[in-house]
Protein backbone atom coordinates (compact mmCIF):
# COMPACT_ATOMS: atom_id res chain seq x y z
CA UNK A 1 0.00 0.00 0.00
CA UNK A 2 1.33 3.34 -1.01
CA UNK A 3 1.22 6.14 1.62
CA UNK A 4 -0.54 9.45 0.75
CA UNK A 5 1.82 12.39 -0.52
CA UNK A 6 1.78 15.66 1.71
CA UNK A 7 -1.43 17.13 1.91
CA UNK A 8 -1.91 20.36 1.04
CA UNK A 9 -4.36 22.64 3.16
CA UNK A 10 -7.48 23.51 1.09
CA UNK A 11 -6.29 27.23 0.99
CA UNK A 12 -3.20 26.48 -1.02
CA UNK A 13 -5.05 23.75 -3.44
CA UNK A 14 -7.60 26.79 -4.17
CA UNK A 15 -4.45 29.34 -4.79
CA UNK A 16 -2.66 26.81 -6.73
CA UNK A 17 -5.69 26.12 -9.06
CA UNK A 18 -6.89 29.73 -9.10
CA UNK A 19 -3.26 30.90 -10.56
CA UNK A 20 -2.70 28.17 -12.62
CA UNK A 21 -6.21 29.41 -14.79
CA UNK A 22 -3.98 32.27 -15.19
CA UNK A 23 -0.77 30.67 -16.41
CA UNK A 24 -2.21 28.67 -18.76
CA UNK A 25 -3.33 31.78 -20.45
CA UNK A 26 0.26 31.39 -21.53
CA UNK A 27 1.16 30.06 -24.49
CA UNK A 28 2.14 26.28 -23.76
CA UNK A 29 5.61 26.13 -26.16
CA UNK A 30 6.21 29.41 -24.46
CA UNK A 31 6.01 28.51 -21.14
CA UNK A 32 8.03 24.92 -22.13
CA UNK A 33 11.25 27.19 -23.43
CA UNK A 34 11.15 29.54 -20.62
CA UNK A 35 11.10 26.56 -18.21
CA UNK A 36 13.30 24.27 -19.95
CA UNK A 37 15.82 27.39 -20.44
CA UNK A 38 15.99 27.80 -16.99
CA UNK A 39 16.91 24.76 -15.38
CA UNK A 40 18.96 24.13 -18.80
CA UNK A 41 20.25 27.77 -17.86
CA UNK A 42 20.89 26.95 -13.67
CA UNK A 43 21.90 23.25 -14.36
CA UNK A 44 23.16 22.29 -18.08
CA UNK A 45 24.25 18.68 -16.96
CA UNK A 46 20.07 17.75 -17.37
CA UNK A 47 20.45 19.00 -20.80
CA UNK A 48 21.25 15.01 -21.75
CA UNK A 49 18.28 13.59 -20.31
CA UNK A 50 16.09 15.34 -22.74
CA UNK A 51 15.33 14.72 -26.00
CA UNK A 52 16.84 17.35 -29.02
CA UNK A 53 13.13 18.45 -30.03
CA UNK A 54 11.69 19.82 -27.14
CA UNK A 55 7.99 21.10 -28.20
CA UNK A 56 6.51 17.34 -27.20
CA UNK A 57 8.43 17.41 -24.24
CA UNK A 58 7.36 21.10 -23.97
CA UNK A 59 3.56 20.05 -23.78
CA UNK A 60 4.07 17.12 -21.27
CA UNK A 61 5.08 19.31 -18.73
CA UNK A 62 1.66 21.52 -19.14
CA UNK A 63 -0.45 18.36 -19.14
CA UNK A 64 1.11 16.85 -16.37
CA UNK A 65 0.83 19.49 -14.27
CA UNK A 66 -3.06 19.87 -15.10
CA UNK A 67 -3.32 16.52 -14.74
CA UNK A 68 -2.02 16.86 -10.79
CA UNK A 69 -3.54 20.18 -10.33
CA UNK A 70 -7.45 19.03 -11.09
CA UNK A 71 -6.93 16.37 -8.67
CA UNK A 72 -5.34 17.80 -5.70
CA UNK A 73 -8.22 17.47 -3.28
CA UNK A 74 -7.80 14.25 -3.84
CA UNK A 75 -4.09 13.20 -3.20
CA UNK A 76 -4.77 9.38 -2.48
CA UNK A 77 -6.04 9.41 -6.16
CA UNK A 78 -2.26 10.50 -7.03
CA UNK A 79 0.03 8.12 -4.98
CA UNK A 80 0.24 5.53 -8.01
CA UNK A 81 0.31 7.88 -10.88
CA UNK A 82 3.15 9.87 -9.15
CA UNK A 83 4.98 7.13 -7.98
CA UNK A 84 4.77 5.67 -12.04
CA UNK A 85 6.01 8.91 -13.00
CA UNK A 86 8.97 8.91 -11.29
CA UNK A 87 9.71 5.13 -12.07
CA UNK A 88 9.41 6.42 -15.80
CA UNK A 89 12.01 9.38 -14.58
CA UNK A 90 14.65 6.96 -12.96
CA UNK A 91 14.37 4.94 -16.08
CA UNK A 92 15.45 8.76 -17.72
CA UNK A 93 18.01 9.04 -15.52
CA UNK A 94 16.41 11.31 -13.34
CA UNK A 95 17.95 11.18 -9.64
CA UNK A 96 15.72 12.35 -6.51
CA UNK A 97 18.63 15.18 -5.73
CA UNK A 98 17.72 16.84 -9.68
CA UNK A 99 14.17 17.16 -8.42
CA UNK A 100 15.24 20.59 -6.24
CA UNK A 101 16.56 21.91 -9.44
CA UNK A 102 12.94 21.63 -11.04
CA UNK A 103 10.98 22.75 -8.66
CA UNK A 104 13.43 25.74 -8.33
CA UNK A 105 13.23 26.13 -12.19
CA UNK A 106 9.36 25.90 -11.83
CA UNK A 107 8.40 28.56 -9.21
CA UNK A 108 10.60 30.65 -11.25
CA UNK A 109 8.93 29.99 -14.43
CA UNK A 110 5.15 31.04 -12.75
CA UNK A 111 6.44 33.52 -11.01
CA UNK A 112 7.35 34.78 -14.61
CA UNK A 113 3.79 34.36 -15.91
CA UNK A 114 2.28 35.46 -13.32
CA UNK A 115 3.90 38.80 -12.58
CA UNK A 116 2.04 41.07 -10.12
CA UNK A 117 -0.53 38.05 -9.22
CA UNK A 118 2.72 36.09 -7.26
CA UNK A 119 2.76 37.12 -3.59
CA UNK A 120 4.11 34.92 -0.90
CA UNK A 121 0.94 33.18 -0.51
CA UNK A 122 1.10 31.90 -4.08
CA UNK A 123 4.51 30.98 -3.85
CA UNK A 124 3.71 29.16 -0.75
CA UNK A 125 1.17 27.55 -2.17
CA UNK A 126 3.25 26.20 -5.42
CA UNK A 127 5.81 25.41 -3.23
CA UNK A 128 3.72 23.13 -1.15
CA UNK A 129 1.92 21.76 -4.27
CA UNK A 130 5.86 21.04 -6.09
CA UNK A 131 6.69 19.55 -2.62
CA UNK A 132 3.90 16.97 -2.99
CA UNK A 133 4.87 16.03 -6.32
CA UNK A 134 8.46 15.66 -6.11
CA UNK A 135 7.84 13.36 -3.00
CA UNK A 136 5.60 11.35 -4.57
CA UNK A 137 7.97 11.06 -8.06
CA UNK A 138 10.74 10.33 -5.63
CA UNK A 139 12.42 6.71 -5.42
CA UNK A 140 12.72 5.77 -1.66
CA UNK A 141 16.19 3.69 -1.47
Known amino acids: MMTTPMAMTAREIQ ?12 DS ?9 KLFSDHPQLR ?14 IDMLS ?8 PEYLVEELAALGRRHVNYGVANAYYPYVGE ?15 EEVEQAW ?4 KMISEGMQIKH
Open 67 to 74: WIITRLKT
Open 48 to 61: RLFPKDMQAQHQKL
Open 15 to 26: TVRTTWKIFQQI
Open 105 to 119: ALLWTIKQGLGSDWD
Open 29 to 37: QLIGEIFYG
Open 127 to 130: ASCF
